[in-house]
Nanobody
Framework: QVQLVESGGGLVQAGDSLRLSCAASGRTFSAYAMGWFRQAPGKEREFVAGISRSGGTTRYADSVKGRFAISRDNPKNTVDLQMNSLKPEDTAVYYC?????????????????????WGQGTQVTVSS
């Protein structure tokens, strides 16, 4: 089992940058592929970015490609999401999630149901 705690959310203006961080505790961090998801009011939770257990493979939603970057530091048990050129439509609660059922070198998965553990979320608000 793993516990996840997000930090770094806040209120920014369009075009600004923000860096989210997720700290994990519990079982060996490298046993999990990691993902960032977000949920805007009235919408379903959606995939934003994912990273494989080794950190060698990443995947992004089309809406954030070229603007967001996910990274992980296995010895420090953290996964970060660097968000640049933020837009008002990026406003949402952002969640860190862990997938315990993925082989070491496979790419991260994209759907909510494939992730076993979730953080409590951190609010990101982008004003126009």
């Amino acid at each position: 089992q793993v516990q996840l705690v997000e930090s770094g959310g806040g209120l920014v203006q369009a075009g600004d940058s923000l860096r989210l961080s997720c700290a994990a505790s519990g079982r060996t961090f490298s046993a999990y592929a990691m993902g960032w998801f977000r949920q805007a009011p009235g919408k379903e939770r959606e995939f934003v970015a994912g990273i494989s257990r080794s950190g060698g493979t990443t995947r992004y939603a089309d809406s954030v490609k070229g603007r967001f970057a996910i990274s992980r530091d296995n010895p420090k048990n953290t996964v970060d999401l660097q968000m640049n050129s933020l837009k008002p439509e990026d406003t949402a609660v952002y969640y860190c999630a862990a997938d315990s059922n993925l082989a070491l070198f496979l790419p991260p998965r994209l759907t909510v149901s494939e992730y076993d553990y979730w953080g409590q979320g951190t609010q990101v608000t982008v004003s126009s």
